[in-house]
């Protein structure tokens, strides 16, 4: 059993910060790398950030460092990603997903010809809209 559910999307003004939580629902959740990614209309999905549940460890492209920050609630099993500083070209559909670890290694699931086939787990993807 492996569920992801994000919540926390919507629209805020560019400047604002949001943070969005991704629930994981599943029988061993410190085996997996969970992320955020992101996909605008027209374009591929991108990766954004993803931590290591087991360890924490966390991983960011070049789109996501300095504005958003990923991390756990262990206890609770589940990821949040805390994005400051909004700006209207962050509008996209955000989604949560999660893949197997390679040797304790997450950063193969944000390299962009590996996330349609690697991440294993979808949630359903929460729309940010960021206004000007």
């Known amino acids: 059993r492996f569920q992801l559910v994000e919540s926390g999307g919507g629209s805020v003004q560019a400047g604002r910060s949001l943070r969005l939580s991704c629930e994981v629902d599943?029988?061993?959740?410190?085996?997996?790398?969970v992320g955020w990614f992101r996909q605008v209309p027209g374009k591929e999905r991108e990766g954004l950030a993803v931590?290591?549940?087991?360890?924490?460890?966390?991983y960011y492209t070049d789109s996501a460092k300095g504005r958003f920050t990923i991390s756990q609630d262990y206890n609770e099993d589940t990821v949040y990603l805390q994005m400051t500083n909004l700006k209207p070209e962050d509008t996209a559909t955000y989604y949560c997903?999660?893949?197997?670890?390679?040797?304790?290694?997450?950063?193969?699931?944000?390299?962009?010809?590996?996330?349609?086939?690697?991440?294993?787990?979808w949630g359903q993807g929460t729309q940010v809209t960021v206004s000007s």
């Open positions: 931590i290591f549940t087991r360890n924490s460890n966390t």
């Open positions: 599943a029988d061993t959740y410190s085996s997996y790398c």
């Open positions: 997903g999660a893949g197997h670890h390679r040797a304790r290694d997450c950063t193969y699931l944000l390299v962009p010809s590996n996330i349609m086939t690697d991440v294993t787990f």
